[in-house]
Nanobody
Framework: QVQLVESGGGLVQAGGSLRLSCTAS????????VGWFRQAPGKEREFVAV????????YYANSVKGRFTISRDNAKNTVYLQMNSLKPEDTAVYYC?????????????????WGQGTQVTVSS
């Protein structure tokens, strides 16, 4: 099994920044891509961003493009989500997920490992 643990969430004012981390442990997952998703109260879990194993390819949801940056440090088994210019509508629980097949995809069902989530709250 692979365990994913998110950290870095919190309360921030609109226009502020946060950096989320997703650290993996457990059985090695070969060349996984890692994505970030988020779920606001009463809404479906939605795709935010994804990065391939070597970091060479990334893909973002239109709603965060230009404000969020996904990156990874494989030596630390950690993927980051730098979130700038935060808006109240970014408020959600943020989850990281790994696709052991290494695909660059926004489709939630393709991810086979999930973390427990970290709360991000943006006040207006």
């Amino acid at each position: 099994q692979v365990q994913l643990v998110e950290s870095g969430g919190g309360l921030v004012q609109a226009g502020g920044s946060l950096r989320l981390s997703c650290t993996a442990s457990g059985r090695t997952v070969i060349a996984p891509s890692v994505g970030w998703f988020r779920q606001a109260p009463g809404k479906e879990r939605e795709f935010v961003a994804v990065i391939t194993y070597n970091g060479g390819s990334t893909y973002y949801a239109n709603s965060v493009k230009g404000r969020f940056t996904i990156s990874r440090d494989n030596a630390k088994n950690t993927v980051y989500l730098q979130m700038n210019s935060l808006k109240p509508e970014d408020t959600a629980v943020y989850y990281c997920a790994a696709d052991s097949a290494g695909r660059l995809t926004p489709i939630r069902e393709t991810y086979n490992y999930w973390g427990q989530g970290t709360q991000v709250t943006v006040s207006s």
